[in-house]
């Protein structure tokens, strides 16, 4: 097998490479070094967050990442993300003059001219939302962005959007494997030229987020067959890992892993070379079991 460097559309003038370099829950000490292997192994999209504490990190990861590798800025696609605010945790949402500062503080963390995406990283914002999204947009019409999108948004909040008349979101980040496959969100997107990228695809695997603090609320009938990944990855020659995140690319999802062992971090980029057969993908359709895991879509604050 070989690196996949396949790219999906964004946008007329933006593509995103369909496999990226999550950073969320490395730690600060560990991120500059862990960006810097990906890019050395052949990761050109970087996945940051402002609530992820991390973005000089990231940073100066890129920075030495693109020096060691001879590559130029635009051979690099980096996403980063608003945090709007969350009244109902008594952090007011960001109006839109603090979403166009934060995108520029993110920039100074970042140490880029540009962010490649920018989202709003869930729709907590309340009364704020649409004016969150105006700044967005505005963002992009300067340049500070060359694509825009949400995070974490259901159908309902894509509707607000286009009934208030605006532009819709180039991308939708969503939590997206086999046990969370939301036809429903998918279906709005599609209609609308949104382009799903998928976090947390390797939910399934279980080894995902064992560490204390990190509770993956997995039930029962999912602790149940997870051996059909185990299964269906040893028929294709490939670990579990490679299976999850192929199935997500075949579907056109641009997906996320984070590893900070080495070997890891290879494999998931090594996805080209092989394809889930039809039928497997079949199987692997036959296993959704709701909204997800790592999210709480239904959380009745999202709609506050």
């Known amino acids: 097998m070989a690196k996949l460097t396949t790219r999906l559309p964004l946008n007329a003038e933006s593509t995103i490479p369909a496999v990226g370099y999550g950073t969320y829950l490395i730690s600060h000490e560990d991120t500059e070094g862990a960006v810097r292997t990906a890019i050395a192994n052949g990761y050109r999209h970087i996945d940051t967050a402002a609530a992820y504490q991390n973005e000089e990190a990231v940073g100066r990861g890129i920075a030495a990442g693109l020096a060691d590798a001879g590559l130029s800025r635009s051979d690099l696609f980096v996403t980063t993300k608003l945090w709007p605010g969350n009244a109902a945790w008594g952090d007011a949402p960001r109006d839109g003059a603090q979403t166009r500062s934060e995108c520029e503080a993110s920039l100074a963390r970042l140490d880029l001219d540009y962010i490649d995406l920018y989202l709003i990283h ?180 999202l709609n506050a």
């Open 122 to 301: 869930a729709p907590y914002g309340g009364p704020q939302r649409l004016a969150q999204w105006e700044a967005l947009v505005a963002l992009q019409a300067q340049g500070k962005a060359r694509a825009i999108g949400v995070s974490n948004y259901n159908p309902e909040h894509l509707v607000e959007i286009l009934d208030a008349g605006l532009p819709m979101p180039d991308a939708n980040q969503i939590e997206l494997h086999p046990w969370s496959q939301k036809p429903e969100l998918l279906a709005v997107m599609q209609q609308h030229g949104i382009a799903p990228i998928a976090y947390s695809s390797l939910a399934p695997l279980s080894t995902w987020r064992t560490e204390p603090g990190q509770d993956s609320a997995k039930t029962e009938a999912m602790r149940a067959d997870g051996h059909v990944f185990a299964d269906i990855a040893a028929q294709c020659g490939v670990t579990e890992a490679q299976l999850l995140l192929r199935w997500g690319v075949q579907k056109g999802y641009a997906v996320l892993p984070r590893s900070l062992k080495l070997a890891r971090l290879r494999e998931n980029i090594d996805l080209d070379g092989f394809s889930v057969s039809p039928e497997h993908m079949a199987h692997l359709d036959s296993l959704d079991r709701g909204d997800g895991i790592a999210w709480a879509t239904g959380d009745p604050r």
